[in-house]
């Protein structure tokens, strides 16, 4: 107990807070200089309120036909895009992870090169995927997978190859210590380590896909989007409002689909 | 079940007779493989909706070549101005959204944690984050610009909003997990509301909050660089109108920048993170 007091005692005292004082001013002086520059007209400001209200109303009531007619097959490919997305992304990220793994690869070069590659995919926002596969392989479902996947790999490996690098050496060494072969010591002494990180992060991945996947539609990467942005364009609010509930309704779906699947396997 | 399992169930469980017990048991012997194949199937089923051939494949990698090469050289000079000025935007709004939602997220983290208010005031709260955080910021994007016009201040709506259904949602997580002894014994001292929240409830869930910050600003910073894609300020706008006009060239050049941008954020937090341990 005092020895845990004495800890905390030093952690507020001497450069770490200094470090934070400077941390708490830099944070102040980005706010001022922010609120400066961006250009805030205050009579648009003033008048959101009434502007949101009055598209609201606009909403009011939503189209149903439209929902059966248009926005269902369109979801149900939104929910297409982002499974495939997700597969192909475990596929193509096993891999990777592995050799991005320091228990497994020791090579640093090899590391180093997984660990950009994760980087630069996670960097690039997936709408702006969206738009290089577009240009590539014309509009069309097919953008949408490949920009889900390139998003994904990122998050993906640097989540799994955390998770192989956590696993214990104890079982590893047990399999290694009767001769298995290196695929066996992957099978039976990192896999079942694995296995609920896994599926947890492919679930978790899968989850976030079908969000992101809702909107490549506006640069014409497939699924409800595509729907969403015609409908704002011809100002068919109604038709937009079936649009959102429906978006909503999927996420929280598979929100708890999600959430339950999880339990299930951790 | 794996075979395992199942080959020794079968030799220890006495055999069903009934109908019904029969098709249970063989639900609970085969449910995962069932629900795998079901699986399969339904990725096969997408997999032929969504029109994927190998000829499109190939068709898409011949493309992808001459995509690329009409990408290099980055060209950061031609429009040097604007990319400057939008990069510094999507970064000013990423700054202010972050800190806007976590001075909202405070009093609506209080007002939606179960163990301290009734439920008639955190159901409409955590229904409002639960809004704010089911739909992409780029959708939420689409609506301010059609509320506020172009421009900056909808993005600023848009990550504020996104902020606090974020920021919100893992705050009122972390006030549900606080130790109520300590709320209890600021009370029975006969401290008032405002008192309790202040010396009961924020000490105990303060430490975390840099840690949500700066987490949230990461992701504001990320999507203030896509937002511009609808019209809602940043680099974005700049990045869609140079793909527009077929520019890829200075669409490469920004894609750079914003890696760059992202990978130095990525560094600068984990420093933060460090010092606020």
Known sequence: MSENLAKEWKNHVGPKRALKTVFYAIIIAALVVSLRNIEIIPEFLKDTPEQLMDLFRRMWPIDVKFLWGFVAPSILETIHIATLGTIATLIITFPLAVLGSKNIVRNEGIRYVMKFIFVASRSVNSLIWALFYVAVFGPGPVAGVMAIMSRSIGFVGKLLSEAIEESSRNQIEAVISVGAPPVSVFLKGFWPQIRPSFLSIALLRWDINIRETAVLGIVGAGGIGLLLESAIDVFHWPGVAAILLSIFVVVLLAEFLVTNLRKKVI | ?277
């Open chain 2, 1 to 277: 079940m794996d075979a395992l399992t199942r080959r020794v169930l079968k030799t220890q469980e006495p055999v069903p007779t009934g109908g019904m017990e029969k098709v249970r048991r063989f639900f609970r012997f085969y449910g995962v493989q069932i629900l795998l194949f079901l699986f399969v199937v339904y990725v096969l089923f997408a997999l032929s909706r969504l029109g994927i051939s190998p000829k499109r494949i190939s068709e898409g990698f011949t493309q992808g070549k001459v995509f690329l090469s009409r990408l290099f050289p980055p060209d950061f000079i031609t429009r040097w101005d604007d990319i400057r000025h939008d990069m510094l935007e999507s970064l000013e709004i990423a700054v202010v959204a972050s800190i806007i939602g976590i001075l909202l997220s405070l009093p609506l983290g209080l007002l939606g944690a179960r163990n301290l208010m009734p439920s008639v005031v955190t159901w409409p709260v955590r229904l409002f984050i639960s809004l704010a955080r089911a739909f992409n910021p780029i959708i939420i994007g689409i609506i301010f610009v059609k509320a506020v016009g172009f421009g900056p201040l909808a993005g600023l709506l848009t990550l504020s909003v996104a902020s606090v259904g974020f920021i919100g949602k893992l705050f009122i997580e972390a006030v549900e997990e606080i130790s109520m002894k300590q709320v209890e014994a600021v009370r029975a001292s006969g401290a008032s509301f405002l008192s309790v929240i202040r010396f009961g409830v924020l000490p105990q869930v303060s430490a975390r909050f840099i840690g949500f910050g700066m987490y949230q600003f990461d992701s504001n910073l990320r999507n203030s660089t896509t937002l511009g894609i609808v019209g809602a300020g940043g680099i974005g706008g700049t990045l869609f109108a140079a793909y527009q006009r077929f520019d890829y060239r200075i669409v490469c050049a920004i894609v750079l920048l914003i890696i760059g941008l992202i990978i130095l954020d990525e560094y600068v937090s984990e420093r933060v993170r460090r010092v606020f341990q």
